[in-house]
């Protein structure tokens, strides 16, 4: 077994993190323009009758691949994508200004690997026990 107490000072390791991702549980996208941006519309949005442009409904997370390459032994991005990130629709509109998920589209170079978070995480407190232990 491999174990590692996550701090602030004892980041994961990258070998745990690999487990992570090669044990086939993270969708893995091609860079090909417009397809990331379809992706994250098709999977995040809930309502599939509407379907129309706004924020995501859910959280996601899935890879990036450079296309024509598979595996993280040759590059990926892993993305997060948090419930409220404005992804507009699934095609880009012409004339639009480029934006994060363009970017994540780039090219990714051999062996690169990065995380990229898109939006912010809802956070829950810790139930607060009231004098009676509820």
Same mark, same amino acid.
């Given at each position: 077994m491999q174990a590692h107490i996550l701090? &602030? =000072?004892s980041p994961l390791p990258r070998s745990l993190f690999w487990s992570f991702i090669n044990a086939h549980t993270v969708n893995e996208i091609s860079n090909h323009p417009g397809a990331v941006r379809r992706h994250i519309f098709h999977s995040?949005?809930? &309502? =599939?009758k509407k379907k129309r442009p706004g924020k995501t409904e859910q959280d996601i997370h899935f890879c990036i691949f450079q296309t024509g390459r598979y595996g993280p032994?040759?590059?990926?991005r892993f993305v997060v994508v948090h419930k409220g990130y404005d992804i507009g629709g699934p095609e880009k509109k012409e004339g639009e200004s480029e934006d994060d998920i363009d970017r994540l589209e780039r090219e990714i170079p051999q062996g690169h690997e990065e995380?990229?978070?898109?939006?912010?995480?809802e956070l829950f407190e810790?139930?607060?026990e009231d004098e009676d232990g509820n």
């Open positions: 701090t &602030d =000072t995040a949005m809930l &309502d =599939t032994q040759n590059g990926y995380m990229v978070v898109l939006g912010e995480p810790d139930p607060v």
